[in-house]
């Protein structure tokens, strides 16, 4: 298992008494929990460097396809973290996709910059290696010959990108809209030549992306879930309306939407399962082998999936109508005021929670009250509680719904 170290300790307590491990391996930093990790898991704690000096053992046992090589925890987001269960299997899908992913960079590489005629590319990691992305890119970059930059601390993000040049990175929204900021400032020097950030289908403000296009930075966005392998949709859109949208599919599994709109998966990137939870595997994977993501969406005529909705976070009212949080969240976002918001159920009534400085309050429930006007009565929101302190977030920097 991959554990992170910045999630609280009753997090960690659980996920580590589920899994029983027999050995961890760690870096020695305190993160927070050192203390408790120690008390509890001391005589099986080893440094990283540990067994750098043993002599190599023969392979007895061979991997299968299907069996299960790692468990890496859900974010959890709506609840608690689940163990995800990926094989073998799993891992060389997604490394096909992302194979395939490195593939359309060259082209665009061979098109847009002819004058470089170096094939090897190379991605900065600065996700965690506890992140499914950058755990992917240690089996996928290497399987091509190309460079993988491992970043020794986000603190320390611009000096290591200076020290190694680096086409691609695998961004989080905060880092996209740090790199936005050197583009339109004039400070592109300060990316080292990089030119293809990468990020998660529909995290993105569309305006920033096209400022980058123009600016000519090569955008690509996917779509996937733990629970996939981080296999799913690929955008290479560089233009509207398609730059908006997760994606099509990657072509390597199956994929459709079911009657309620729910995006489902089927093939080699399914997870085996959630560890020790039967009920929860049941529920996510049905017996034709769809897994069914909790995502809603739609699809275009070109065959583009475009985000409506999360199905766990829908708010269902005493009328039976359905009101998508995800749909309100992105209309309150054009409000200046608001920082960061979430829209969830409050007393049987369509409510949000905004961050916002103290003498905005009125700015933000004023633009909530002409809001309204233009939606359906059953789609208001009703209820609106601000704060100046920021919204509470999991160790993965998510907003909690809870």
């Given amino acids: 298992m991959t554990i992170n170290q910045k999630k609280t300790w009753p997090e960690l307590e659980y996920e580590l008494g589920l899994v029983e491990p027999s050995l961890i391996v760690n870096d020695g930093i305190d993160y927070g929990c050192r203390p408790d990790i120690e008390a509890a898991y001391g005589d099986k704690l080893r440094p990283m460097d540990a067994f750098k000096d043993s002599a190599p053992s023969e392979l007895v046992d061979c991997v299968g396809h299907d069996d299960l090589i790692v468990l890496m925890f859900t974010s959890g987001t709506t609840g608690r ?76 993000f611009y000096r290591d990108l200076g020290l190694m ?56 966005q996917c779509y996937g879930m733990t629970e996939t392998c981080g296999d799913g949709l690929v955008n290479y859109a560089q233009a509207e309306p398609h730059i908006r949208a997760l994606g099509k599919p990657d072509g390597h ?26 009920e929860t595997t049941a529920e996510t994977i049905d017996k034709d082998g769809w897994l069914h993501t909790g995502d809603l969406a739609r699809v275009d005529e070109e065959g583009y999936y475009y985000m409506t909705g999360r199905k766990k976070n829908l708010i269902i009212l005493d009328s039976g109508e359905n009101v998508s949080p ?31 400085e103290d003498d905005k309050q009125q700015q933000v429930k004023a633009f909530v009250t002409e809001l309204n006007r233009t939606l359906p009565m059953y789609k ?16 993965l920097g998510k907003l909690l719904r809870k």
């Fill in 253 to 278: 599994c199956e994929y459709k939407l079911d009657e309620t709109g729910e995006i489902c998966i089927r093939g080699g990137c399914v997870m085996l399962g959630y560890y020790k939870d039967p």
């Fill in 380 to 395: 208001r929101i009703s209820v609106v509680e601000c704060s100046a302190e920021p919204l509470p977030r999991n160790a």
């Fill in 326 to 356: 995800e749909e309100l969240e992105k209309l309150l976002g054009k409000c200046d005021a608001i920082k960061e918001c979430i829209v969830k159920e409050m007393g049987k009534k369509i409510g949000t929670v905004v961050c916002c």
């Fill in 81 to 156: 973290s689940k163990a995800v269960m990926l094989s073998e299997r799993n891992f060389f899908t997604t490394v096909e996709c992302q194979v395939k992913f490195g593939d359309a960079m060259l082209d665009y590489k061979h098109e847009h910059m002819p004058e470089d005629k170096n094939d090897v590319l190379s991605n900065f990691a600065i996700l965690p290696l506890f992140h499914l992305g950058t755990f992917i890119c240690l089996f996928s970059w290497p399987f091509k010959g190309w460079a993988l930059n491992l970043c020794s601390d986000l603190r320390n």
């Fill in 165 to 220: 040049h680096s086409d691609s990175i695998a961004v989080a929204p905060v880092l996209m809209e740090s790199i936005y900021k050197d583009v339109k400032r004039g400070r592109a020097d300060k990316l080292n030549g990089l030119w293809n950030p990468c990020g998660s289908s529909a995290m993105f403000d569309s305006e920033m992306l096209l400022s980058l296009v123009k600016n000519g930075m090569y955008i690509t």
